[in-house]
């Protein structure tokens, strides 16, 4: 208010010169430019504040990069399930194929043995008497023994095979470079040779002769073929007494028309 009234006039801002002798080429230059706000003194100046918005250019590289582990990490997992798949399935076939064969045979030996003390119990149990009161006792334990040592477990316990599958007990004649089949293995097992050995002492005991029920089965086939050939030969002579109708009717055509 005072600078406007004329009574009170305000000293120059640049010195004692004269009014008259300022003009612009005696002003001072000044290079920096202020802007007039007459807010400033409310709310105050203050440069913007910096963006965080990560560019164009960083923002794809940073994707293109974490693409790559992911990507990595997949192709693995899925190029090790098609490896463990096509694996399985070839080296279980293979196993499958080597192994039945030995299966099948130590199976038969042991079912062997399995059934022929099973019979033995149960004729024991038919038995009445003190006498057989220890039998059935003594067969009964000697039965279920079996069975536990005889079981799928046992048989293919570590203790007779390796991790490769192949039979670490002696077999004869393997040492002498010499063929071994199958029944070499199964008989050289230590359970199935324990247990047949048991066998043979119960089969003498008791006076069993295991020849008659292959006596029977050989006479089983001879019938079974008999029948067969028997039957053939009714077969064959009734078609050779068949009566054959007229040549005409076999062929579907009238007789007349044959006449050439």
Request: charged share 35%.
């Amino acid at each position: 208010m005072l600078r406007d009234d004329d009574a009170f006039p305000m000293p120059s801002p640049y010195g004692s010169t004269p009014t008259h002798e300022l003009n612009e080429d005696t002003l001072p230059v000044h290079d920096d430019h202020y802007a007039n706000d007459d807010l400033d003194d409310v709310f105050g100046s203050a440069p913007p504040s910096p963006s965080l918005e990560p560019s164009n250019h960083d923002r794809n590289t940073n994707e293109e990069y974490s693409d790559i582990p992911r990507l990595k990490e997949k192709h693995e997992t899925e190029g090790y399930r098609d490896g463990v798949t096509k694996g399985k399935g070839e080296s279980v076939q293979v196993g499958f194929d080597e192994g039945y064969g030995l299966g099948a045979v130590l199976g038969l030996r042991i079912g062997k043995v399995l059934g022929l003390l099973e019979g033995i119990l149960g004729a024991v149990k038919a038995g009445e008497g003190v006498k057989w009161d220890k039998e059935k006792k003594r067969m009964e334990v000697l039965f279920t023994e079996a069975q536990k040592e005889l079981s799928t477990q046992s048989v293919f316990g570590r203790e007779y095979w390796g991790e490769d599958g192949i039979w670490i007990f002696k077999v004869p004649g393997e040492e002498d470079n010499k063929d071994v089949v199958f029944e070499d293995v199964a008989g050289a097992h230590p359970l199935v040779r324990k247990w047949e050995g048991l066998v043979e002492e119960e089969v003498k005991r008791w006076g069993l002769d295991l020849e008659i029920m292959d006596g029977e089965h050989d006479e089983d086939e001879e019938a079974k073929k008999d029948i067969v050939s028997r039957k053939d030969a009714v077969t064959m002579k009734e078609v050779a007494s068949e009566s054959i109708g007229p040549v005409g009717n076999i062929m579907g055509v009238p007789k007349g028309e044959l006449n050439w």
